[in-house]
């Protein structure tokens, strides 16, 4: 029998139960649009996470300490990378600039009688900041009341902040600083790739005199200033290279004595986070796609139901249909392609509904949307599979019906 | 009436049905034996009624004929082909392209309209649209339902719809048409026009197999079987 014959008389079936076969569409739909709409944000998480390491800072090697076993990274985030250390890095070949960063604890910030709560600032070097990334004014010179802005930041208060005014800082001993705004910036060399989604307000404030979290050296027997992050600014042709000799430089360091039991201080360049934040996030999007795969389930269920119905109460239909020629081939066919077409009509319209709602779940989550199309694809051919083997039992017992009970059948 | 044989009702010319000590018992219970060695032969162009009480094994023996259901033992051939031993998928196609039903109730496609009752079995050999909405549409004619092709079968007379299932029993342009009590449903004066219209499905060429327990409704054969506890009782030749 011609499948699109087959097709033609399923379409009719469908049609002829209109609200019945709705309702069971909708249940693929609700599967395939969970499915998609978990990938899709999957997706569009990875870009976004990737797309915000960027390749300006693929040539950056970032020190961290982590768990001995290799658990996610930052996850022991303490300052122990000393004046010494950075120094010794500084001399290693193919380093172009050691850019360490700390947090000042505050309590508040404010401009023209506006408060914006916030508990920390950044403390860093002029390194961070680099020609392309300064949009206006300067660099902050060490040793002077000064600070950098990123552009969240100057839109943090009721008047928006410009280079040259002036905000004041409480840091948490009471003290108030005022501080004169030098520069506002894009983005920054020292920066950590996981800087979280969305622009977050930054406040760049010179290490020195505003750092101040300090640590007997191990190796000088002196106190020093100790930072939880530094990036090292590498030759991009090396970075590789570099990044070794930087690995091999700290094994011995005040850095290795410093960490806490277990944790292992560690050099990375953007490119390891990127492959790892990637894996994490792929092994998330697997596993949170694998539960919307239950509401697929359940949506072939629903079909594997529905035709049971349908084969019972076409029982007659069947006999007569044998009675002229049909085979139990023809028979199993024709109800394949039902369940099929239910599967299918299901993906085609639970794909666009996931996307949306993958969308919508991007905008709130304030990431970039990328689409993942072979995801599709895939869902279609899942649909259609799905009820293609939630139409097997249902078919093979329609095939099965005998002609002669059939025609008795009321 | 003469007693042409009391066990057979064979015939030496070549038959389109040959049906040759055949039994079929079911397992209902107990063993119940519905045919018990019966042998016939309808002739081409013949016109046979099989008459008998019901339980006598007239439907099954109908069934046989019609490649619906095997035999326990014995042959049954249509037009030379064995269909008693055959498979599931070639009595599906002798079904489609040899036999033409007519059944009591009709038994039309409640969703497909007339001409598309008439085309079914010719979807099941694979003829193409147009060619099966013609000959469907010549059927329905010759039937005299041509303005009433596209109805669904509920907006028909039991008559008319007796007539669809005659149209559609034609269509393929079977070596045989099998009639289970076609007038079982429809009043005497329908009942009338039905059968007539089988003389004229008969006078056409048609080798025609009838069931009935009407006597009134036999007499139109040329041959009436008579079938009891499945056995041929007797045949009486018209």
Same mark, same amino acid.
């Given at each position: 029998?011609?499948?699109?014959?087959?097709?033609?008389?399923?379409?009719?079936?469908?049609?002829?139960?209109?609200?019945?076969?709705?309702?069971?569409?909708?249940?693929?739909?609700?599967?395939?649009?969970?499915?998609?709409?978990?990938?899709?944000?999957?997706?569009?998480?990875?870009?976004?996470?990737?797309?915000?390491? @960027?390749?300006?800072?693929?040539?950056?090697?970032?020190?961290?300490?982590?768990?001995?076993?290799?658990?996610?990274?930052?996850?022991?985030?303490?300052?122990?990378?000393?004046?010494?250390?950075?120094?010794?890095?500084?001399?290693?070949?193919?380093?172009?600039?050691? !850019?360490?960063?700390?947090?000042?604890?505050?309590?508040?910030?404010?401009?023209? @009688?506006?408060?914006?709560?916030? =508990?920390?600032?950044? #403390?860093?070097? #002029?390194?961070?900041?680099?020609?392309?990334?300064?949009?206006?004014?300067?660099?902050?010179?060490?040793?002077?009341?000064?600070?950098?802005?990123?552009?969240?930041?100057?839109?943090?208060?009721?008047?928006?902040?410009?280079?040259?005014?002036?905000?004041?800082?409480?840091?948490?001993?009471?003290?108030?600083?005022?501080?004169?705004?030098?520069?506002?910036?894009?983005?920054?060399?020292?920066?950590?790739?996981?800087?979280?989604?969305?622009?977050?307000?930054?406040?760049?404030?010179?290490?020195?005199?505003?750092?101040?979290?300090?640590?007997?050296?191990?190796?000088?027997?002196?106190?020093?200033?100790?930072?939880?992050?530094?990036?090292?600014?590498?030759?991009?042709? &090396?970075?590789?290279?570099?990044?070794?000799?930087?690995?091999?430089?700290?094994?011995?360091?005040?850095?290795?004595?410093?960490?806490?039991?277990?944790?292992?201080?560690?050099?990375? =360049?953007?490119?390891?986070?990127?492959?790892?934040?990637?894996?994490?996030?792929?092994?998330?999007?697997?596993?949170?796609?694998?539960?919307?795969?239950? &509401?697929?389930?359940?949506? &072939? /269920?629903?079909?594997?139901?529905?035709?049971?119905?349908?084969?019972?109460?076409?029982?007659?239909? !069947?006999?007569?249909?044998?009675?002229? @020629?049909?085979?139990?081939?023809?028979?199993?066919?024709?109800?394949?392609?039902?369940?099929?077409?239910?599967?299918?009509?299901?993906?085609?319209?639970? /794909?666009?509904?996931?996307?949306?709602?993958?969308?919508?779940?991007?905008?709130? #989550?304030?990431?970039?949307?990328?689409?993942?199309?072979?995801?599709?694809?895939? &869902?279609?051919?899942?649909?259609? #599979?799905?009820? !293609?083997?939630?139409?097997?039992?249902?078919?093979?017992?329609?095939?099965?019906?005998?002609?002669?009970?059939?025609?008795?059948?009321? | 009436?003469? $007693?042409?044989?009391?066990?057979?009702?064979?015939?030496?010319?070549? *038959?389109?049905?040959?049906?040759?000590?055949?039994?079929?018992?079911?397992?209902?219970?107990?063993?119940?034996?519905?045919?018990?060695?019966?042998?016939?032969?309808?002739?081409?162009?013949?016109?046979?009624?099989?008459?008998? *009480?019901?339980?006598?094994?007239?439907?099954?023996?109908?069934?046989?004929?019609?490649?619906?259901?095997? *035999?326990?033992?014995?042959?049954?051939?249509?037009?030379?082909?064995?269909?008693?031993?055959?498979?599931?998928?070639?009595?599906?196609?002798?079904?489609?392209?040899?036999?033409?039903?007519?059944?009591?109730?009709?038994?039309?496609?409640?969703?497909?309209?007339?001409?598309?009752?008439?085309?079914?079995?010719?979807?099941?050999?694979?003829?193409?649209?147009?060619?099966?909405?013609?000959?469907?549409?010549? +059927?329905?004619?010759?039937?005299?339902?041509?303005?009433?092709?596209? +109805?669904?079968?509920?907006?028909?007379?039991?008559?008319?719809?007796?007539?669809?299932?005659?149209? $559609?029993?034609?269509?393929?342009?079977?070596?045989?048409?099998?009639?289970?009590? *076609?007038?079982?449903?429809?009043?005497?004066?329908?009942?009338?026009?039905?059968?007539?219209?089988?003389?004229?499905?008969?006078?056409?060429?048609?080798?025609?197999?009838?069931?009935? +327990?009407? $006597?009134?409704?036999?007499?139109?054969?040329?041959?009436?079987? +008579?079938?009891?506890?499945?056995?041929?009782?007797?045949?009486?030749?018209?």
């Amino acid at each position: 029998m011609d499948v699109r014959e087959s097709l033609s008389m399923a379409f009719r079936s469908i049609r002829s139960h209109k609200l019945r076969s709705t309702l069971t569409v909708l249940g693929i739909v609700i599967g395939i649009a969970s499915v998609v709409t978990f990938a899709t944000f999957g997706a569009s998480l990875k870009a976004d996470v990737v797309s915000e390491i @960027g390749d300006t800072s693929a040539s950056n090697v970032y020190l961290v300490t982590s768990p001995e076993d290799g658990g996610p990274f930052g996850s022991a985030i303490q300052p122990v990378f000393t004046e010494h250390d950075l120094a010794e890095i500084r001399e290693l070949e193919g380093v172009r600039a050691v !850019i360490p960063r700390g947090n000042v604890p505050t309590s508040a910030l404010r401009y023209r @009688g506006d408060t914006f709560a916030r =508990t920390q600032v950044t #403390a860093t070097t #002029a390194e961070t900041f680099t020609e392309a990334s300064l949009v206006e004014g300067r660099a902050f010179r060490a040793g002077e009341s000064e600070v950098v802005l990123n552009r969240a930041a100057t839109r943090a208060f009721e008047e928006n902040v410009t280079v040259g005014s002036t905000l004041t800082v409480t840091m948490q001993s009471n003290r108030s600083v005022d501080l004169t705004v030098v520069g506002i910036v894009e983005r920054t060399q020292g920066q950590l790739p996981v800087g979280g989604f969305g622009s977050q307000a930054r406040f760049f404030v010179p290490a020195d005199p505003f750092y101040d979290a300090t640590v007997e050296s191990p190796t000088l027997g002196v106190n020093q200033r100790v930072y939880p992050q530094v990036t090292v600014q590498t030759d991009p042709a &090396a970075t590789t290279a570099t990044k070794e000799r930087v690995q091999s430089s700290l094994d011995d360091s005040d850095a290795a004595e410093l960490a806490p039991g277990g944790a292992e201080v560690t050099a990375r =360049t953007s490119g390891d986070f990127i492959d790892q934040i990637e894996r994490i996030i792929d092994r998330l999007t697997r596993f949170v796609t694998g539960i919307a795969v239950i &509401a697929l389930v359940v949506g &072939a /269920v629903g079909i594997a139901n529905i035709m049971l119905v349908s084969v019972t109460e076409r029982t007659r239909e !069947i006999g007569i249909m044998k009675s002229v @020629g049909a085979t139990n081939r023809d028979v199993m066919q024709l109800f394949l392609v039902e369940s099929s077409l239910l599967g299918g009509f299901g993906a085609v319209l639970g /794909v666009p509904l996931g996307v949306l709602v993958g969308w919508g779940a991007t905008e709130y #989550a304030e990431i970039t949307f990328t689409l993942a199309p072979t995801w599709f694809a895939i &869902a279609v051919t899942v649909g259609v #599979a799905v009820g !293609i083997v939630a139409g097997l039992y249902p078919a093979w017992k329609a095939a099965r019906v005998d002609p002669i009970d059939a025609l008795r059948h009321e | 009436m003469s $007693r042409a044989n009391e066990a057979t009702a064979t015939t030496r010319e070549d *038959p389109v049905v040959r049906v040759v000590d055949v039994r079929k018992t079911y397992q209902m219970g107990g063993v119940v034996e519905a045919l018990a060695g019966v042998s016939v032969d309808l002739a081409r162009g013949s016109y046979t009624a099989v008459m008998g *009480p019901s339980g006598s094994g007239k439907s099954t023996l109908l069934n046989l004929v019609g490649g619906l259901d095997t *035999p326990t033992s014995g042959r049954v051939e249509l037009d030379g082909q064995d269909i008693g031993g055959a498979g599931e998928a070639v009595r599906a196609s002798v079904r489609g392209s040899e036999v033409g039903f007519v059944f009591q109730t009709f038994n039309l496609m409640p969703r497909l309209t007339a001409v598309e009752n008439v085309a079914l079995p010719l979807v099941f050999q694979g003829w193409d649209r147009e060619r099966r909405r013609e000959r469907a549409v010549e +059927h329905l004619k010759s039937v005299g339902l041509g303005d009433r092709l596209d +109805h669904l079968p509920q907006e028909l007379s039991g008559g008319q719809r007796q007539r669809v299932a005659i149209a $559609r029993a034609l269509a393929p342009d079977p070596a045989l048409v099998l009639a289970d009590e *076609p007038t079982g449903n429809v009043d005497s004066e329908t009942g009338a026009r039905v059968m007539d219209l089988l003389d004229g499905v008969h006078e056409a060429g048609n080798t025609i197999l009838l069931v009935t +327990h009407d $006597r009134r409704i036999a007499e139109r054969a040329d041959r009436i079987v +008579h079938i009891r506890d499945g056995q041929i009782e007797g045949v009486e030749e018209l």
